[in-house]
């Protein structure tokens, strides 16, 4: 079973402050997989603050730098994709076919913005 106690905010993963808890379900056998413990409204301060913070270094780098920042995300998504489809295949119950699908297409997104990456 899965237990998911840990966001994501300023660059570091917390334990959230919220208590409340989100049962995660398997939705062909609907048997409880894992828990998810929910930001509360303190976090989700914390994360805008952060957000804050960082959107004027942020707005002045480099589109390259930019680049290659996508570019880190998009390896470190494709490395992952076998957990992604596994994870789809557990939490959404999608079918091997529809799964193979959207555990690639983060990846295939990032390629399909190449040519546009002057918007950046």
Do not use: C
């Not at 270094?57 to 490395?79: D, I, P």
């Not at 690639?104 to 997104?109: E, I, L, V, Y």
């Amino acid at each position: 079973m899965q237990n998911i106690n840990q966001i994501y905010i300023n660059g570091q993963f917390v334990t959230p402050h919220g208590s409340e808890e989100f049962a995660l379900f398997n939705p062909t056998t609907e048997a409880t997989i894992g828990w998810v413990r929910l930001a509360d409204e303190r976090d989700a301060e914390q994360a805008i603050a952060a957000a804050k913070a960082a959107f004027p270094a942020w707005s002045r780098t480099t589109k390259e730098a930019r680049l290659a920042v996508l570019e880190r995300m998009y390896l470190a998504v494709q490395a992952r994709e076998a957990d992604l489809l596994e994870a789809i295949v557990t939490e959404y119950g999608a079918p091997a076919s529809r799964s193979q699908w959207m555990a690639a297409w983060p990846a295939q997104n990032h390629q399909a913005g190449d040519g546009h990456a002057g918007a950046l």
